[in-house]
């Protein structure tokens, strides 16, 4: 008896096989299409019916959330008023396995005769969809992993990461960094992160200040107090250096009896880490990261304190 995660094994490694054998299938006709998508005046309208239309509507979402503005049109709503959101300056990618989808092909002659030029992603090269088509991704899979060989699975996976492959592209076209990526994704746990600033997370008040000439002995009460590990020391309002409990523990064990003698000034570090209010928390976690440390104080341009920012707050 046939076990039931040998079956998904199979399903796994047909479809696998799909994907990898799309790349003996790249030709030019990819940086053509690219080409097109990347000087595009207006829009990608994605379309296909069944499941290639919901492929479509996938790789409709990703454009659009890489840069690249997209939307799905389904063909039969294309009869019924859809056709009026096309213009000339728009380019169509149009989905089908088999390159013959009637629905699909019926709309055609109105896309040619606005000149709008067709992106063909088809597993059928001598399809009628690929004669009027300006460019061809083909996308032809030796079997389904469906075991009839029918339902659509191989070809549609195959499909799919044709359409992950353009928008990778275009997004290396165009320079696509983090901080564009989240302005497309504003209410996502990522684009919280790469849009959150200092100024948004950091602690600005009873921040622990001492000056640079108390003893070791009394700064350990305001370290303990202010409930960040730190001492934090200021000259004509001006950031002057930092201590930290770490700071502390370690003189105890280097002065020992002497520890009491010892000023803040003695151990304090003088050029801490500081950032401005307006720095992504992104950046403040690589600063972190890179020095090894567990805060950064946040000044203006004059270097006066504004706040704290530790490793907890970073984490939104």
């Not at 005046?41 to 019916?49: D, E, N, R």
């Not at 992603?121 to 996308?139: D, F, M, P």
């Not at 009460?221 to 250096?241: A, F, P, T």
Request: glycine share 6%.
């Amino acid at each position: 008896m046939v076990q039931i995660q040998d079956i998904a094994a199979q399903c796994f490694k047909d479809e696998a096989n799909a994907i990898l054998g799309l790349q003996s299938q790249l030709d030019d006709n990819f940086s053509k299409a690219v080409d097109l998508m990347y000087n595009c005046k207006g829009k990608i309208i994605v379309t296909g019916v069944g499941k290639s239309g919901h492929i479509g509507a996938k790789i409709a979402a990703t454009l659009s959330s890489t840069g690249t503005p997209s939307f799905f049109v389904n063909p039969l709503d294309v009869y019924h008023g859809d056709l009026g959101v096309m213009t000339h300056d728009d380019v169509i990618i149009a989905i089908s396995n088999s390159g013959q989808t009637d629905e699909l092909l019926r709309f055609i002659p109105m896309v040619l005769h606005m000149n709008i030029p067709i992106i063909a992603i088809t597993g059928n090269k001598e399809s009628l969809l690929v004669k009027y088509a300006k460019v061809h991704l083909n996308t032809k899979v030796p079997k389904e992993a469906c075991p009839l060989n029918l339902a659509p699975t191989s070809s549609t996976t195959a499909q799919l990461v044709m359409g992950d492959a353009l928008a990778i592209a275009l997004m290396q076209m165009r320079h696509f960094e983090p901080k564009d990526f989240a302005q497309f994704h504003p209410g996502g746990e990522l684009g919280k992160r790469l849009l959150t600033t200092a100024q948004d997370v950091m602690r600005s008040n009873d921040l622990p200040v001492i000056p640079k000439e108390m003893h070791l002995g009394e700064a350990i009460i305001h370290v303990s107090k202010g409930k960040l590990g730190l001492g934090i020391s200021l000259e004509n309002n001006q950031v002057s250096g930092l201590i930290t409990d770490g700071d502390i523990r370690r003189a105890m064990e280097k002065w020992q009896a002497q520890f009491f003698d010892k000023t803040v000034s003695d151990i304090m570090t003088k050029e801490p880490k500081c950032v401005l209010p307006t720095t992504k928390i992104t950046e403040i976690q690589k600063i972190m990261n890179k020095y090894k440390i567990h805060t950064v104080l946040v000044v203006d341009q004059e270097k006066h304190l504004l706040g704290v920012v530790d490793h907890y707050s970073c984490m939104v």
